[in-house]
DNA sequence: CTGTTAGCGCATTCAG
DNA sequence: CTGAATGCGCTAACAG
C-alpha cells in the first residue's frame, strides 16, 4: 500500500510541528517561527516530494481554488479567452476548469452544481452579445455566486461583465478609413434573429456610424441582410457589387459581411484593396488574417477581456470587493491594419 | 454563519442512516435498501438542495475526478479537442482541468504538481507531431501517473497516443483528386525548421504521395520549402507558379502552403477552382472552409481524437485498463470536399 | 514561539 | 438492513 507524504511526516523530518510546516507554506499572519525552521521545513518537502492535498486543503478552507470557464465551445476565440482567464489564475495560484456547452439554460445548470459541491468558487461565462438571462440571474444571486460575463449583460447592472468598447471601435474603424483617404463607407450589417435582433453591440456600432457620418455632411449608407437566409446569398451580393460605384468602402459589423464581399468580389473579377476597399468591426471566426488579401478590423481583445474577467472574479472570492459590486468593465478594442484596406 | 447541507442533514430528514444516503448516491455494491427509502433519500436531497461535497467525497476515495487537459494554448484546434475531452469527461462523471503554456517542459512541471497535489486524477496532452520527450515520459512512468498524448510519441510505443493516420489521409486526399479527374497533384511540402524536420506525419505523407505516384506510372513532383523564411515569401512563389502549365494541381502537407498558391494566384490573376486545383492536407488554422474559393482538405479529427484519449484516460484510471496497457489509438481523417478542387 | 486538538464532510467498516 | 465509529490530510484555534 503506497501511502502519501503528510505534513506530518514533513514535520517530524523537520523537527517541528504541523503548524509551523502549514505556516510555511501558507505565510499563515500570526503564526512565527525562526529562519531556520523554514529552511528545514523546504528541505525536509523537498527530500519527501511533500505535495500539499489540494483536497484536504480545500475541504478544510472551504476553497477549491477553481474557477469554471463556461461557453458553448464552439466559438474559436474562447480559447482566447481561456488563456486570459488562466495567466491570471495561474498568478493567484488558481486554475481553470473548462464548462462547456453553455449554451442552453438547462446545461448552466450543471455550472450551480459545481458550485454546490465546491469544486469551483466562482464562475465566467462567455455569452453571445446582449445575452441577458433572468433566470440565471436569480439563481446566481440567490446562492451568492462570485460571477461575471464577458459580453453578456450589456444593459443590466445588476450583473457584472466584461465589455467591450463599441461605440470606440467603430471610432477605430471609420477613423482609419479616413487616415487611408479611402471613400467614405458604406455600413453592412448582418444579422442573425432571433437572438442578434437587435444586437446590443450592433446598435450602438450603427448608431456610431450614423453620427460619424452626419457629423461629416455625408449620407450614410447602410446595408442591411439576415444572416444564412436567402437573401443572403451570393447571387444577392453580386447583384449588388456590380450595381455599385468603383472604388468602394464596405465596413462590415461581422466578418462574415466582409467575406460575402469577398465572395462577389471574387467572382466578378475585382480587386480588394485596390478596386475596393473592405473593413470588418470584428473577428468572430478568427480567420481575418487569413483571407487573401487579409481583412482590416478591429478585433475584440478576448485575451484581456479573460483575463480582466478573471481578475474581478478573484477579487469577489478573495474578498477584496464586494460581491454586489457589479460594475461594468470596459476593454478597449484593437484595430489590425491589413491588406483589404490597402495597408499591411 | 451559513453552513452546509450534509448527508447527515439528508439522512436525519429522510428517516435513513448517512450510509444508505451514500449507497443511494453512488451505488454502493453491497449496500442495499428498500425503494421506499431510495425515493425518500432523494426526496430530502430535493428538499435540502443537497449537493455532495466534491472536496470531501474525493479526499475519501482518493479521486478529484478531473483530468488535465494540456497544449501551449495557442492552437486553434486545442478547443476542437477539448470539446471531445469534455464530451466524453462529462457523461462519466469528471471535469476538464485546462493546463496551457505547457510547451516548454519546465511548465510541464506544474502538470506533475497537479497530480501530487490530487486535484487531477490523470494527464492528456496535446502536442505537436513527432513531438517526444524522454525526460518527462520518465517521471510519469515513476510516478504512475495516468498519461495520454494526442499526436505526441508516434514512434515510442512506451507511451500511449492518440494519432492520426497519416498515410490514409494521403489516399484519401489523392484519391479526391484522382475522383475529380484533376491532373495529378504537385506535392508542396512546408516545414518549419527545428522542431519539423522531418516531422514523423510529414514523412509519412511524402513517403505515401511518392508510392501512389509511382504506383501510376508517374514522376512524383516535391517542392519543399522552408516555412516563414526568406524562401518562402510571395515573390517566390509567384514566380514558381508563373513557370508552372496549367491546369495544376498542388496538394500541401499543410494549409500555409496552400495559402501561399492562394496569394500567388490572386496576384498573378490566376482563378483557384478553375485554372489551379489546390487541396491541403490539413486545417491547422481552422480557415480552410472560409478561404476564397474554400479549400478542400483532409482533417484531423481533433474531436474524436480528445473523445477518445479522455476514454484511455479514464480507462486507466477507473482500473478497467492496465497503466502499462500504451498501445497506440488511431483516428481516421476526415475528407472535406470543398471549391478549390472543384467541388463544393 | 511550539505542540496538541478539533473538526471539515464524506465513504466505509463493523457490530448489531 | 441500520447506526456508530474511523480516518482521509489539512488548517486554525488554543493552551502551554
Redesign the pocket.
Known sequence: MK?????????KRA????????AV??N?P?????EE?RLAVLKAIKELN????A???G????RSRCLAACDNLGNKFFLQMLIGMKETCTSAGYHVLMYGSGTTVNERKGLVQLYMQRRIDGIITKDSTSFSDPEWVKEIKLLGIPYISVEGYPEDDSIASVLMDYRLSMEMALSHIEDRKLPPPVYVEIYSPPEYRPNWGDRKRREYYVQWMDRRGLAPRIVEREHNRRECLDEWWIEWLRRQELPLTVLSNWSCGARHLYRAAYRLGLRIGEDLFVMSADNTEQTNEYLIPSLSSVEVPYTEMGAAAAARLLEYIEGERDIADTSKIYIPPRLEQRESTGGG
Do not use: P
Open positions: 501511502t502519501r507524504v503528510t505534513s506530518f511526516d514533513v514535520a523537527g517541528v510541528s504541523r503548524s509551523v510546516v502549514s507554506l501558507n499563515t500570526g503564526i512565527g517561527y525562526s525552521k511533500y505535495h500539499v492535498d483536497l484536504a486543503s475541504m478544510r478552507t472551504g
